[in-house]
């Protein structure tokens, strides 16, 4: 099982983004999944997270700027980014929690850069 995402790149402040991260391998069933950030020189902290049925939570630091959502079908979750500043320059990771057999498991994505130029 693997995930990976997508659609980071080069912005200008006040620019949207929106990334894609697609579970793929021997998967029963995806449960919650969500997006995490790190910035150069912090930890990685919470961005968004979404449940199976699509109950949505955002971090403050980016509420009213992004929107969580998925594609059960297409075992895709996806971050809709607007208005974005300088400080949301980061490499962003999609997390899932995944199904495979019996048990269920955490995986994370490789990350997508996602800069913000003033």
């Known amino acids: 099982v693997q995930l990976q995402a997508s659609g980071g790149g080069l912005v200008q402040a006040g620019g949207s983004l929106r990334l894609s991260c697609v579970a793929s391998g021997s998967i029963f069933t995806v449960a919650a999944m969500a997006w995490y950030r790190q910035a150069p020189g912090k930890e990685r902290e919470l961005v968004a997270t979404?449940?199976?049925?699509?109950?949505?939570a955002y971090a403050d630091s980016m509420k009213g700027r992004v929107t969580i959502s998925r594609d059960n079908a297409k075992n895709t979750v996806y971050l809709g980014m607007n208005r974005l500043k300088p400080e949301d320059t980061a490499v962003y990771y999609c997390n899932a929690r995944i199904g495979v057999e019996v048990k269920e498991y955490e995986f994370w994505g490789q990350g997508t850069q996602v800069t913000v130029s003033s």
């Open positions: 979404i449940t199976t049925g699509g109950s949505t």
